[in-house]
C-alpha cells in the first residue's frame, strides 16, 4: 500500500515539474517567441505555408476561425471514412484485411477519431490494415489534438488582446502545435517506447506454437509511432484491441508511468502556459490547482474502491480483499487504478485495465470525470476551455458577491459570454442525458447490454458520457457495433465536440472585442486557493445536479446493492 | 422622516396580495422565466390532482397538497416584487403627488391661458407668479424669482432661479414665492424624471438591466439543464423497472430550479430604486444603478465637494512691531461691511479666537470702502483719519507705497508660505503700515478623508478637479486624502480626462451642475446632476441628485454595489440549496425499487412523501424568509473584494448548503406531527 501511494505521489510530482518548461515552451510558441526548437522548426513551417499557401500573417474573427476548422475536421472524416471503406485495394496491408464493409461502423470510426474520441466500436488488428492505422489514425490523432490545442489557444488571445476581432489564424495555429509540439514529443516518446518493447514494423502476424502446443496469431505492427501520439494527444485509441493493456504497447512498468505522464503532460502544462500568456502565472496555477483537487479526489475514491474490492467475492476467500478481475497484474490496483483516472481526466480513452471489472464505485468514477466535462487536465486544449467555461461560469455566479459585475482576468463576463457558456455545459449535458434515456427504453438499446439492472444502466451512461465528452474509453460490456449505438454515437461525438468547441471560440471573439478593466482591490481574485476551491465546487456542482438522478440509478445503487450482497 | 413613514403606510396589504395574483398572469409571468416554469408545473400539478379526486386516486391528498405549495411557490414570489414595488411607487406618488391639477397659465402669444398642468408639452411656455406652483420641469427664460423647493428636496431655505446661468432650471411641484418667471417646458407629458423614474420601479414595465439579463440567461441555462435532469429520471425509473409519479417529478423540479434567486431578481433590482429614492436620487435607467457598482474612477470637484464651497480665515500673522491682538481687531473692523463668506469669516474669527465683539459702529465715524475690480481692496475708513485696507498682496503694497511706507520683508515670507500651502492670503494695512496676513484656506469637509479611504479600500480611485494652482490643489489633495487631482482644469479638462480614464477600461462617476459640465456627464458612466444645476446638466446626466449634495455620488456607488452583491448572494444560496433537495428527494422517489437508496436519506426523513413535500414546502417558505434582505439588500462594508467575497460566501455559500438541511427537517417534524401525509 505505501509504495501504491508512493508510485501516486511520484507520478504527480513529476507531472507538476513537466508542468513548467513544457508550459512556458507552449506559451512562447503560441507567442511567436524565440525557442531553442526554431533552427528545425521554423523552415519546416516556412516550408508547409508554401506549398498550402497560407498566409501566415492573416488575422481571423472568431467566425472565420470556427469556420475553418469545422470544415477542415470534416474534410478529415471523409478521408478517414474513404479510407477505412477501401483499405482493402491499398497498399501496406499484409493481412490482406478487407475494406469496412458495415457503413455506419467506418462512420462511427471516421468520427471517433477526428473527434479525438477514439471511440472503438472494432477492433484494431482484425479489422484494419497499416496504412489505415498510420495515414488514418494516427494522422488524426495528431490533427484533433492540433485543432484542440488551438481553440484553447484562441480562447487564451481572447483574453490577452483587447478591442480587437481578430483571434488568431486557424491554420497557423494548428501547423505551429504539430511542428513544435507533437511532433517532437512523439519522436521522443516513440523512441523510448520502441526500447522498451513496443514493436514497431510492418511485418504479417506471426503464428506461433505455444509452450501448451496450441497455436496462436500474434498481431504486428508499426506500434510505437502511434502510441506515443495517442497518449500525447489524449486521443487514447488503441492499436490493438487491448489497448495499454496489450505488451505490444505498453510493457513495462516504466512505459506504464511514461504513457500515464504523456496523457496528462500536455493538458497540465496548458494552465500555466495560460498564466504566462496572460501575464499572471498565479492565475494559470489557479486553474491547475483546482484540476489537480478534483485529480486527487478522483484517483482517491477509485483507489479506495478497488483496494477494498468486492465484500462478496473476498468472503468466497479466493483472493485478497480487493478487486484484480480485470486488470493485468503488471500494473496491480495502484497501476491500474492510476492509469484509469489519469485516462478519463484527461480525455483519452486508453486502457489498461477492464472498465467494466471495476468495483462500481471505481467504475462511477471514470465516468463522473467525463461528465464533469473532461475538466480534470481534460483533452488536450479540450481540457483547459472547458474549465475555463467552468471558471467564467464560477466567476459569474459568486463574483457578484463582490458588487461588481464579475469579470475575469480584465475581462467583463456579460450576457453574451454567460449564453456560450451556459450552451457549452448545456449540449454536451443533454447529449448524454437524452442518449441515454433513449437507449435505456428502447429495445435496441438494452438488447446489446451484457448485464442487466443498475450495471446495465451504468454501461449506457458510460457509452454516451464517453462519446459525447470525447473520451473513448468503454465499459466493454456494452456491444455497441450496432446500427443504433454507431450512429447515435457519431452524432454524440460531434455534438460533444464542436457543440463546446464554438461557443468556445464564440467566448473567445466576443472577449477579445473588449477592454480589459483594470485591477484593482475591488476585483473578484482569481489567482488565489479560494478561487480553486471554488472552481472545484461549481465543476462538482453543475455535475452533480445533473447527473446525481442518472447515476444515483447506476453505479451508486450498484454499490449500494453489492454492499448488501447482490451482483449483477 | 415623517414624508416618509405616511407613505410606508400607504401601502396597503390587500392590494399587495392583489397584485400578487394579478401576477400569476402568464402573460406577464413570461418576462420571469424560472418561475413560468414553475407556474407550467403547477397547472399540471392541479390538473392532475383533479383527475384524482375524479378517479379517487389513493395520491389525491398528495397531489393537493403538492399544487397548493407550487402555488405558494409562485405567489411568494410575486408577493415579493409587489412589496418592492408598492415601496417604490409609494415614494414616487409622494413625489408625484406635489404635482397633481397644477393649474398652469400657458403663454400663447402675449395671452395666457389656464390649462392642467398634466397637458403640457415640451416646449410650452408658462407663465409662473409668486404664490403658484410650478406646473411642468423646465427652464426659465425669462425674468428671476425665490423659489421653495422643499416639496422635493426637504430644504426650506427658498432658492433663485434665473434665466440664463447655471440657476434657470426648475422642477414640476415646486413653488414660486415672489416674482415671477417664464418657464420652457422640457418634457412630453409621461416623460419627466420623476415619471421615468416611476417606471424604473413598476416590476411590469421595468426594462432589465444588462447584469439582470446574463443573470437571467445562467439561471434559464440551469433551469433548463434541472429540467433535462429531471425529465430524464422517468425512462430511467422505467429501465430500473419502476415509474415516478408526474407531481412527484415536477415538485423535484421546482425544488431544484434556482427558485429563490428567480422570485426574487425583479424585487431586488426595484428595492435597488427603492434605496436610491430614499436617498432622494432620481436615476434615469436601471443600467446606471448597475454601474455604479462597477465604478472605479470617482472624479470629483473640489469646491463644494471637497471643501466647503467658500476660503475662511483660520489664522492672522502679525507683521514685525504688531500685536496679533491689534492686527485682529483691524481685520474685523475692514470686514465688518464684507458680505461674502469670506469676509464674514474674517469678523467670526476675530470674535472666536480673540474675543473680539463687533464694534458699535455708529459711535464711530466710519466709512465703508466696497472692493472694486480696479483697486482690488476693501476696507473701512475712521474718522476720516484712520484707513484700514485688506487686500491681495500687490494691491496692498501699491497702497503703501504711495503712502510712504513700505511692505516688510517677513509678511512677503508669510504671504508665500501661505500660499505654498495652498491658502490664500490677504494683507491687512493700516494708512501706510503694513499690519499683517489673514490667511485664507479651504476647508476640506470633516470626515471626507475617511470616506476616500474606504473607497480606496473598495478599489475605488478618487480624482480631484480644481481651477486652482497646482500648488493649492496639492495641498487640498493631500489633505482630503484624494488618490489623484488635476490643477488649472478647464471645463473641458473632464471630458477629455472621463475618455482617457475610460479607453484604459475604468468606468467613471462623477457629479455636475453647470452647462459646460453637460458633456462629461454624458460621458461619464454614471453622471449624477444636481437638482439645483441646469437643465442641459440634467438631461445630461442619468441620475439627478434632489438634494444637490456632491458627496452623494459615494451613496451612489455603495447602494449600485449593494445591488449586485444582494443577486450574487442569492445566487449562490439557491444553487446551494439544491444539494440537500436533492438528498431528499431522489431516496424518497425510489425508496419502493431500491431501498438501498435510504442511505442517502441522510436527514432521516419520516415517508418518502412526507421528504417530497417538506423539500418543496421549504423551497416555498424560504422565498417569504428571504424578502426581507432582497429589499434591505446585503449589509455593506467598505472592504476589499477578497474579503467581502470570503463573508459573503460563508454566509450564503456554506449557509445555503447547510440551512436546508436543517429546514427541510424541521418541516418534515412538523408535517408528520401534523399527518399531513402518511
Known amino acids: ?568 | 422622516m415623517s414624508k416618509k413613514e405616511s407613505t410606508r403606510m400607504n401601502i396597503n396589504s390587500k392590494e399587495l396580495i392583489k397584485n400578487a395574483f394579478k401576477k400569476l398572469n402568464p402573460a406577464t409571468l413570461f418576462r420571469n422565466p424560472v418561475m413560468f416554469i414553475v407556474e407550467i408545473g403547477s397547472i399540471l400539478t392541479t390538473i392532475i390532482t383533479i383527475m384524482d379526486f375524479i378517479g379517487k386516486s389513493a395520491e389525491r391528498n398528495f397531489d393537493l397538497q403538492i399544487s397548493i405549495w407550487l402555488w405558494f411557490t409562485i405567489l411568494f414570489a410575486n408577493f415579493a416584487e409587489s412589496l418592492a414595488e408598492g415601496r417604490g411607487k409609494a415614494q414616487a406618488d409622494a413625489l408625484r403627488k406635489t404635482r397633481k391639477d397644477i393649474k398652469a397659465k400657458k403663454l400663447i402669444g402675449n395671452k395666457t391661458e389656464v390649462v392642467l398642468g398634466s397637458t403640457l408639452k415640451k416646449g410650452d411656455i408658462v407663465l409662473v407668479e409668486a404664490g403658484d406652483i410650478i406646473p411642468g420641469d423646465g427652464e426659465v427664460i425669462e425674468g428671476v424669482a425665490s423659489v421653495d423647493e422643499s416639496a422635493i428636496t426637504g430644504e426650506s431655505a427658498p432658492v433663485i432661479r434665473e434665466s440664463g446661468g447655471d440657476r434657470s432650471s426648475v422642477t414640476a411641484g415646486t413653488k414660486v414665492l415672489s416674482d415671477w418667471i417664464k418657464v420652457k417646458i422640457s418634457s412630453d407629458p409621461g416623460e419627466s424624471f420623476l415619471d421615468k423614474m416611476i417606471s424604473l420601479v413598476e416590476g411590469a414595465k421595468r426594462q432589465k438591466t444588462p447584469n439582470e439579463i446574463a443573470l437571467t440567461i445562467m439561471l434559464i441555462g440551469l433551469t433548463i439543464i434541472l429540467l433535462l435532469a429531471t425529465v430524464t429520471i422517468e425512462p430511467y425509473a422505467i429501465y430500473s423497472g419502476t415509474k415516478i409519479s408526474i407531481p412527484t417529478l415536477i415538485a423535484l423540479l421546482v425544488c431544484l430550479i434556482p427558485t429563490t434567486i428567480g422570485g426574487l431578481l425583479s424585487a431586488i433590482g426595484i428595492a435597488g430604486m427603492d434605496r436610491l429614492i430614499k436617498k432622494n436620487i432620481l436615476a434615469m435607467s436601471g443600467r446606471a444603478v448597475e454601474a455604479a457598482g462597477d465604478v472605479d474612477v470617482l472624479l470629483l470637484d473640489k469646491t463644494g465637494t471637497i471643501t466647503f464651497g467658500n476660503r475662511m480665515a483660520t489664522e492672522f500673522i502679525p507683521a514685525p512691531g504688531v500685536t496679533e491682538n491689534e492686527l485682529a481687531m483691524a481685520a474685523q473692523m475692514s470686514s465688518l461691511s464684507d458680505e461674502t463668506p469670506e469676509g464674514r469669516s474674517i469678523v467670526v474669527l476675530a470674535k472666536d479666537k480673540y474675543g473680539i465683539r463687533e464694534h458699535n459702529l455708529k459711535e464711530l465715524n466710519v466709512e465703508f470702502i466696497p472692493f472694486t475690480a480696479k483697486t482690488r481692496m476693501s476696507g473701512i475708513n475712521i474718522n476720516n483719519n484712520k484707513e484700514i485696507r485688506k487686500g491681495a498682496i500687490d494691491a496692498i503694497e501699491n497702497y503703501v507705497k504711495e503712502k510712504g511706507g513700505n511692505m516688510p520683508e517677513e509678511v512677503l515670507n508669510a504671504v508665500k508660505m501661505i500660499a505654498q500651502n495652498g491658502g490664500t492670503p490677504l494683507v491687512v494695512a493700516e494708512n501706510e503700515r503694513v499690519l499683517g496676513v489673514i490667511h485664507l484656506k479651504d476647508i476640506v469637509k470633516g470626515g471626507i478623508k475617511e470616506r476616500f479611504a474606504d473607497l480606496r479600500r473598495m478599489g475605488i480611485k478618487t480624482v480631484m478637479i480644481t481651477g486652482d494652482n497646482p500648488m493649492t490643489a496639492k495641498a487640498i489633495a493631500d489633505e482630503a486624502g484624494v488618490d489623484e487631482f488635476v490643477a488649472e482644469a478647464k471645463p473641458e479638462t473632464k471630458l477629455s480626462l472621463i475618455k482617457e480614464y475610460q479607453a484604459n477600461g475604468h468606468l467613471v462617476a462623477m457629479t455636475g451642475d453647470g452647462t459646460n459640465d453637460a458633456p462629461a456627464l454624458a460621458q461619464a458612466d454614471v453622471g449624477v446632476a444636481m437638482n439645483s444645476g441646469t437643465q442641459a446638466a440634467k438631461e445630461a446626466g442619468n441620475m439627478v441628485d434632489l438634494d444637490s449634495s456632491p458627496t452623494k455620488l459615494i451613496a451612489v456607488v455603495e447602494i449600485g454595489k449593494q445591488l449586485l452583491m444582494t443577486r450574487g448572494a442569492l445566487t449562490t444560496f439557491s444553487i446551494a440549496n439544491d444539494v440537500a433537495k436533492y438528498f431528499a428527494i431522489i431516496p424518497a422517489m425510489f425508496s419502493a425499487t431500491y431501498p438501498q437508496l435510504g442511505v442517502l436519506n441522510i436527514m432521516h426523513l419520516k415517508t418518502p412523501e412526507s421528504a417530497v413535500l417538506s423539500a418543496i414546502i421549504f423551497n416555498a417558505l424560504i422565498i417569504i424568509a428571504l424578502i426581507p434582505l432582497a429589499l434591505k439588500g446585503v449589509k455593506y462594508r467598505p472592504l476589499g473584494a477578497a474579503a467581502i467575497f470570503k463573508r459573503n460566501m460563508l454566509i450564503y455559500g456554506l449557509g445555503g448548503l447547510i440551512v436546508p438541511f436543517v429546514g427541510i427537517k424541521i418541516i418534515d417534524i412538523i408535517i408528520t406531527f401534523l399527518g399531513l401525509v402518511h
Open chain 1, 1 to 568: 500500500m505505501i509504495y501504491d501511494i508512493l508510485q501516486m505521489l511520484i507520478f504527480i510530482c513529476l507531472l507538476v515539474i513537466i508542468t513548467i518548461p513544457l508550459g512556458s515552451y507552449i506559451a512562447k510558441v503560441f507567442t511567436n517567441q524565440h525557442t531553442f526548437f526554431d533552427f528545425v522548426a521554423k523552415p519546416i513551417e516556412k516550408f508547409v505555408y508554401k506549398i498550402t499557401g497560407i498566409d501566415e500573417s492573416h488575422e481571423m474573427n472568431w467566425k472565420e476561425y470556427a469556420l475553418s476548422l469545422v470544415i477542415f475536421n470534416f474534410l478529415g472524416m471523409i478521408f478517414l471514412f474513404i479510407l477505412l471503406v477501401s483499405q482493402g485495394k491499398l497498399p501496406l496491408n499484409p493481412q490482406k484485411l478487407p475494406g469496412i464493409s458495415s457503413w455506419h461502423l467506418a462512420l462511427n470510426t471516421a468520427v471517433s477519431f477526428v473527434t479525438n474520441t477514439n471511440w472503438q466500436a472494432y477492433n484494431g488488428e482484425t479489422t484494419v490494415s497499416y496504412l489505415t492505422q498510420m495515414l488514418g489514425f494516427t494522422v488524426q490523432n495528431f490533427l484533433s489534438a492540433a485543432t484542440g490545442l488551438s481553440v484553447a489557444i484562441a480562447l487564451i488571445r481572447g483574453m490577452m488582446r483587447h478591442s480587437t476581432k481578430d483571434i488568431g489564424n486557424f491554420w497557423v495555429d494548428i501547423t505551429r502545435s504539430i511542428i513544435w509540439i507533437f511532433l517532437p514529443l512523439s519522436l521522443i516518446l516513440s523512441l523510448i517506447l520502441a526500447q522498451q518493447g513496443v514493436i514497431q514494423n510492418f511485418s504479417s502476424y506471426i503464428r506461433v506454437h505455444t509452450l501448451e502446443g496450441l497455436k496462436q496469431v500474434i498481431a504486428m505492427g508499426p506500434v510505437a509511432s502511434q502510441e506515443a501520439i495517442k497518449m500525447l494527444g489524449t486521443n487514447g485509441g488503441g492499436f490493438f484491441g487491448a489497448n495499454s493493456a496489450h505488451p505490444f504497447e505498453n510493457p513495462t512498468p516504466l512505459t506504464n508511468m511514461l504513457e500515464m505522464l504523456a496523457i496528462l503532460a500536455i493538458p497540465a502544462s496548458l494552465p500555466y502556459a495560460f498564466g504566462k500568456m496572460v501575464k499572471n502565472t498565479r492565475q494559470g496555477w489557479a486553474i491547475f490547482s483546482a484540476m489537480l483537487i478534483l485529480f486527487v479526489i478522483m484517483l482517491g475514491t477509485t483507489y479506495y474502491s478497488e483496494k477494498t474490492g468486492n465484500p462478496i467475492i473476498s468472503h468466497i476467500n479466493i483472493t485478497g480483499p480487493s478487486a484484480m478481475e480485470g486488470k493485468e497484474v503488471r500494473f496491480g490496483i495502484a497501476g491500474s487504478s492510476l492509469f484509469s483516472t489519469v485516462t478519463t481526466a484527461a480525455s483519452c480513452g486508453a486502457v489498461n485495465s477492464s472498465l467494466d471489472s471495476m468495483t462500481p464505485l471505481g467504475g462511477l468514477i471514470p465516468m463522473l470525470q467525463i461528465m464533469l466535462g473532461e475538466v480534470i487536465f481534460g483533452g488536450v486544449g479540450s481540457g483547459l476551455y472547458s474549465m475555463l467555461i467552468d471558471a467564467f461560469l464560477a466567476v459569474f455566479i459568486v463574483g457578484l458577491m463582490v458588487g461588481r459585475t464579475p469579470e475575469y482576468i480584465g475581462k467583463k463576463i456579460e450576457s453574451y459570454e454567460m449564453k456560450m457558456s451556459i450552451l457549452a455545459i448545456i449540449i454536451p449535458a443533454s447529449t448524454i442525458l437524452i442518449g441515454s434515456a433513449i437507449a435505456s427504453v428502447t429495445k435496441t438499446g438494452t438488447s446489446v447490454l451484457l448485464n442487466h439492472g443498475p450495471h446495465g444502466l451504468s454501461e449506457i451512461l458510460y457509452a454516451f458520457a464517453s462519446t459525447t465528452g470525447n473520451n473513448g474509453s468503454a465499459f466493454a460490456g456494452l456491444n455497441s457495433n450496432t446500427l443504433f449505438y454507431n450512429l447515435i454515437t457519431s452524432i454524440a461525438m460531434i455534438i460533444g465536440r464542436f457543440g463546446v468547441i464554438i461557443p468556445a471560440l464564440a467566448i473567445a471573439g466576443s472577449l477579445a472585442n473588449k477592454k480589459v478593466v483594470p485591477v484593482s482591490v475591488g476585483t473578484f481574485p482569481t489567482d488565489n486557493v479560494l478561487f480553486s476551491v471554488l472552481l472545484v465546487g461549481i465543476v462538482l456542482i453543475i455535475g452533480a445536479l445533473t447527473f446525481f438522478p442518472a447515476l444515483s440509478l447506476g453505479p451508486i445503487i450498484e454499490q449500494l446493492l453489492m454492499n448488501a450482497g447482490k451482483l449483477f
